[in-house]
């Protein structure tokens, strides 16, 4: 489905210390990250789909029974990859949230870090594409967008013909369709440029493409 470096973190759950605890939750978050990097460059090496689970361990040196504790299998283990995400947007959601105006000045303001995140594994995602892996990551990718952009516009007023409902799931198969076509042609836009035409789609539509065609 996603030309820049790899970062592991972006991938990798990271874990909460408890009172009393964070020793254990820290050696929990390093299992995760290790696992995730194993994944990671058996995708690359390989693909998603000829991956197998005692590969992975294999690849992040863990004993099949530590994979277990964390993961039920290798889907569970690539779903997780995108709780750190979904954490990273509310945290800059929550930046966005304390600078005044920002609703206004900055509507669906998930869009770039999404974009962001695609093209830091833009070679892990077209790896996946037309597998199993491709698969899970557009329903995660969906799920998580689905959430962010439900979170906006909930700060909109409901518009009499368009019901709230369908602007949430037009915002977000535009999002898809947007980083698809991207990954398919293999463009080197930046994550800016990619950005930009999303949200000329979303907010303009292709009522002025349209009209330019005919002259207007």
Same mark, same amino acid.
Request: hydrophobic share 35%.
């Given at each position: 489905m996603l030309e820049c470096s790899l970062s592991e973190d972006v991938w990798t759950q990271s874990g909460k210390s408890e009172a009393g605890n964070g020793g254990v939750d820290r050696r929990a978050a390093r299992t995760r990250r290790a696992l995730?990097?194993? %994944?990671?460059?058996?995708?690359?090496? *390989?693909?998603?789909?000829?991956?197998?689970?005692?590969e992975i361990i294999?690849?992040?040196?863990?004993g099949r029974a530590t994979f277990y504790a964390?993961?039920?299998?290798?889907?569970?283990?690539?779903?997780?990859?995108?709780?750190? %995400?979904?954490?990273? %947007?509310?945290?800059?959601?929550?930046?966005?949230?304390?600078?005044?105006?920002?609703? #206004?000045?900055?509507?669906?303001?998930f869009s770039f870090a999404m974009f962001e995140h695609a093209c830091a594994y833009r070679d892990v995602y077209r790896a996946m594409v037309g597998g199993r892996g491709g698969m899970i990551a557009s329903q995660e990718i969906r799920r998580?967008?689905?959430?962010?952009? *439900?979170?906006?516009?909930?700060?909109?007023?409901?518009?009499?013909?368009v019901s709230r409902e369908l602007a949430l799931h037009f915002v977000v198969?535009?999002?898809?369709?947007?980083?698809?076509?991207?990954?398919?042609?293999?463009?080197?836009?930046?994550?800016? #440029?990619?950005?930009?035409?999303f949200r000329r789609l979303v907010t303009g539509g292709i009522g002025r493409s349209t009209g330019a065609v005919r002259g207007r």
């Open positions: 995730h990097g194993a %994944l990671i460059s058996l995708i690359l090496r *390989k693909g998603y789909d000829a991956i197998t689970v005692q294999d690849e992040a040196d863990v964390h993961y039920r299998g290798k889907e569970d283990l690539l779903r997780g990859g995108f709780e750190e %995400l979904r954490a990273e %947007l509310k945290t800059a959601r929550r930046a966005d949230s304390s600078k005044q105006d920002a609703e #206004q000045d900055a509507p669906l303001s998580v967008l689905s959430e962010r952009v *439900k979170e906006e516009l909930s700060v909109y007023q409901d518009d009499s013909i198969s535009t999002f898809l369709t947007v980083l698809t076509w991207c990954l398919e042609r293999k463009t080197k836009l930046t994550p800016s #440029q990619i950005d930009a035409m």
